[in-house]
């Protein structure tokens, strides 16, 4: 955990993991208007890799969080760089997975990013966000 001092208040952050992710959970129904399903939280733990989510936590309890996955742009099928055909199958039905990004770059997505009301204040969604973009550039760099 990385103790971090900000408007000499201290909060600690920490990584999403099978161990807590219902605290996630708990987060985003209190926080978000949205209500995500089991798979949600269960891909969030198969296919993606923590280094983008995180936990804030204020004298050990969770007051924040941001989930953030890395995708190429050919994941997509908008946005200035990816290509208006598709590839076609055998039987010339068109492949959302054939979608090629020109210049083939990354992006950052963030699925959730979340404070308890009575924590916004204190720049922790800030810290984090910033934390999860900086960590993004470092493959590039």
Excluded at 39 to 50: A, P, Q, S, V, W
Excluded at 86 to 114: A, E, P, Q
Aim: a positive charge; glycine letters at 6%.
């Amino acid at each position: 955990m990385l103790a971090v001092k900000k408007s000499r208040q201290l909060f600690d952050l920490g990584d999403v993991n099978t161990a807590n992710v219902l605290q996630l959970r708990v987060l985003n129904t209190a926080t978000l208007p949205v209500r995500y399903s089991d798979k949600f939280y269960r891909e969030l733990l198969e296919n993606y890799t923590n280094k983008y989510m995180k936990y804030a936590f204020w004298n050990g309890f969770v007051v924040g969080g941001i989930c953030a996955r890395v995708e190429n742009d050919a994941d997509s099928n908008y946005g200035p760089d990816a290509k208006d055909q598709h590839d076609t199958d055998d039987n010339g039905k068109s492949s959302d997975k054939s979608i090629v990004n020109k210049k083939g770059r990354s992006r950052l997505y963030i699925m959730t990013l979340n404070v308890l009301a009575p924590y916004r204040r204190y720049g922790i969604g800030e810290y984090y966000y910033s934390e999860v973009i900086d960590l993004s550039f470092i493959p590039f760099l």
